[in-house]
């Protein structure tokens, strides 16, 4: 560091080592000064390199002086130059190095800028790579190793509400409806005028059916901004739990104007005209979400159950496969296929499709009622009677579980059983409404029927009223949005 500069001609510069310089000797400031710390040590490294070419001029007196002086002008010029050249290499060679202190107790060392800035970018590069693969992973929808790399990510970017936003799109793509709403609970505690991914929010609790939590958010997306689409679906969700579809209608028709290429709307939509029956406009508004985004699985298995509904049998087939290849996460997808499978008598890949959808989920029961209707199309009788009484205990009050049961105590030759669980049936529907009272049904509940008798409708036109969404494909039947 030099410490001095003596004037006059041909001046002196001293210089100190920077080894010298205790840890204590350097402030702050004067390590937060790169430029000045740089011109320092080049002026050191030049002053070392031209250590031999530096001397003192002495004065010199009388006419000698004259010619003297020429010639110490001519050595100064070249002396300048060559001092220039070395500064020159000094300073490239000094440029990206700078002091630093690492610890009170030990020495100074130079650390290279360069170094430095590549490990800042290496460090930078790996995390965008993580988070790259993390969001790869959720948009090919393999959930599981989404979920896990998300939760690798460091704390204080985890915790952040655009990371925490996908892990809850990971696990609502997954069907895991709790997790994803304590997930995005968290990020509406954190960000409560976030609308981003709150749609999702709202349809996980409608799936939990959680009337007072939903009420609740839909009026605070309401009050933060009323107009945003997401805010809109939340209140059309809220409408639907109470049954009031044409209003529910009315909000996603607005919250498609709001924003014409939100997708979800135009799912949601079409899902409230299947529960007016209007299924051509519910076809029309799936495939203007499918166009919008073609991965958006939840328009294509709607479309499927459409299709089903109109008996397009086939054609539902290749709309759940569609969805299923999207996301081989979705049970209700599977529970679509098998579903179409069994509508064209194809029951061996209906009870394979039905099976995977109970592996996926197991929490979804819709797929365990439709497989106790193949396994009775298949001549399996007893284990279609397991699955029902299975599925009984889960719904002790389900009219439609207690018809299933006695038309297949009926063919065990069962006949008073079976005129005990249509009883039952209608005492529940009785109460709950949910299913049409049938003149069989009531006719069974009063005498015997003979063994083997048949009472005219196939059992799967009734589907639990807690799970509308996943009905027999009857054109009469409801289906949750």
Not at 202 to 209: F, M, N, P, V
Not at 257 to 273: R, S
Not at 279 to 298: C, F, G, N
Not at 384 to 392: R, W
């Amino acid at each position: 560091t030099p410490v001095g500069r003596a004037g006059g001609g041909g001046g002196v510069t001293n210089y100190r080592r920077i080894s010298e310089l205790t840890p204590s000797g350097l402030t702050t400031q004067s390590m937060k000064a790169k430029p000045r710390a740089r011109k320092e040590a080049g002026q050191l490294s030049v002053a070392r390199k031209l250590g031999s070419k530096v001397t003192f001029a002495a004065p010199v007196c009388g006419p000698e002086s004259a010619q003297l002086g020429r010639h110490s002008t001519d050595e100064e010029s070249v002396g300048k130059v060559e001092e220039e050249e070395v500064r020159r290499e000094v300073a490239e060679e000094q440029l990206d190095f700078v002091p630093v202190l690492t610890d009170p107790s030990h020495d100074m060392v130079v650390v290279s800028l360069e170094e430095a800035a590549l490990e800042s970018i290496k460090a930078l590069m790996q995390l965008l790579q993580t988070i790259g693969a993390c969001y790869k992973a959720l948009h090919s929808y393999d959930l599981l190793k989404a979920v896990k790399l998300f939760q690798s990510l460091p704390s204080n970017h985890l915790n952040t509400p655009w990371v925490l936003c996908q892990v809850g799109k990971a696990y609502f793509a997954g069907e895991k409806f709790k997790e994803a709403a304590k997930v995005f609970e968290e990020v509406h505690l954190m960000d409560p005028h976030r609308q981003e991914g709150m749609e999702l929010y709202a349809s996980a609790l409608w799936h939990l059916q959680r009337e007072t939590d939903l009420s609740t958010l839909a009026d605070r997306l309401q009050s933060s901004d009323k107009l945003r689409p997401q805010a809109l679906c939340a209140m059309a969700s809220v409408l639907n739990l109470y049954k009031d579809h044409q209003t529910a209608i009315q909000l996603l028709q607005r919250s498609i104007q709001v924003d014409p290429c939100f997708p979800y709307a135009h799912t949601l939509l079409g899902y409230e005209y299947c529960m007016t029956k209007d299924y051509e406009k519910a076809l029309t508004s799936m495939q203007s979400a499918v166009a919008i985004d073609p991965r958006h699985y939840s328009a294509w298995y709607g479309m499927a159950y459409v299709c089903c509904a109109q008996e397009k049998f086939k054609l539902s087939e290749i709309y759940a496969s569609k969805a299923l290849a999207i996301n081989k996460c979705s049970s209700i997808a599977c529970t679509q296929l098998g579903l179409a499978l069994y509508r064209q008598k194809k029951f061996d890949s209906a009870l394979k499709s039905l099976n995977q959808a109970i592996r996926i989920n197991k929490s979804n029961h819709i797929p365990k009622f439709h497989k106790a209707l193949v396994l009775e199309s298949l001549g399996r009788l007893e284990d279609a009677l397991t699955q029902l009484e299975e599925l009984t205990s889960t719904w002790p009050k389900e009219p439609s579980l207690y018809i299933s049961k006695g038309k297949l105590l009926q063919k065990l030759g069962r006949p008073h059983d079976a005129v005990l669980q249509f009883s039952w049936a209608r005492d529940f529907n009785r109460h709950d409404g949910t299913l049409p009272v049938r003149e069989d049904v009531d006719q069974a509940a009063q005498l015997q029927p003979p063994e083997g008798a048949d009472l005219g409708q196939d059992d799967e036109d009734f589907v639990p009223h807690d799970e509308e969404g996943e009905e027999e494909g009857e054109p009469e039947d409801d289906m949750d949005s």
